[in-house]
């Protein structure tokens, strides 16, 4: 299995900070990496595919980039409905898919 | 827009085996594959399989010995049954569509989800 890990696993910021949530990979996946958000009791959105594409109706203060084994989600302004973990997936390898642990977003 | 919606029972015995079905709404099933996810209380996310319309099936090795997941179209509904569960599958199991996304390649990612549903095992 392609392991996925993120760090922070936490972090807190204020209502307008930069914030930066690092993934790395195992191994080289290019760019089939994704980034989900989930809030709280809600299931998980798409963000972000190819390691920097923006889906359809993000907010472009979220922003990917990366490729190869390093990856980097970015909040450029964040705003008080960002509260959420977020997690990165892999899809260079369907066997199987795998996500990084989660990093927890806490506003201050 | 395409809608998905998770059902079956919230609690499930020891040993027996759980089985979920998901509707897809406001579009067809097919073209598309279909997966399973899911998330242990407090904890990430594992991907469980996911099927194509066709039938065609891909499952997580670590569950695969007790994973079956199969597609009905007629229904518009895809299913889980995983076999002879314990208490360490106790889980929010979401459904999700996995699409085709071009960016310099074909691309795959999960862009639509289910609301979840929790299932519990315990005697």
């Known amino acids: 299995d392609i392991q996925m890990t993120q760090s922070p696993s936490s972090l807190s910021a204020s209502v307008g900070d930069r914030v930066t949530i690092t993934c790395r990979a195992s191994?080289?996946?290019?760019?089939?990496l994704n980034w989900y958000q989930q809030k709280p009791g809600k299931a998980p959105k798409l963000l972000i595919y190819?390691?920097?594409s923006l889906h359809s109706g993000v907010p472009s203060r979220f922003s990917g980039s990366g490729s190869g084994t390093d990856f980097t989600l970015t909040i450029s302004s964040v705003q008080p409905e960002d509260l959420a973990t977020y997690y990165c997936?892999?899809?260079?390898?369907?066997?199987?898919?795998?996500f990084g642990q989660g990093t927890k977003l806490e506003i201050k | 827009q395409v809608q998905l919606q998770e059902s079956g029972p919230g609690l499930v015995k020891p040993s027996e085996t759980l089985s979920l079905t998901c509707t897809v709404s406001?579009?067809?099933?097919?073209?598309?594959?279909w997966s399973w996810i899911r998330q242990p209380p407090g904890k990430g996310l594992e991907w469980i399989g996911y099927?194509?319309?066709?039938?065609?099936?891909n499952y997580n090795p670590s569950l695969k010995s007790r994973v079956t997941i199969s597609v009905d179209t007629s229904k518009n509904q895809f299913s889980l049954n995983l076999s002879s569960v314990t208490a360490a599958d106790t889980a929010v199991y979401y459904c999700?569509?996995?699409?085709?996304?071009?960016?310099?390649?074909?691309?795959?990612?999960?862009?639509?989800w289910g609301q979840g549903t929790t299932v519990t095992v315990s005697s």
């Open positions: 999700a569509r996995r699409s085709i996304f071009t960016a310099y390649s074909y691309y795959y990612a999960m862009d639509v």
């Open positions: 406001g579009g067809s099933i097919s073209s598309y594959y």
């Open positions: 099927i194509y319309y066709s039938g065609n099936t």
């Open positions: 191994q080289t996946i290019t760019s089939y």
């Open positions: 190819a390691a920097s």
């Open positions: 997936q892999q899809s260079y390898s369907i066997s199987p898919y795998t």
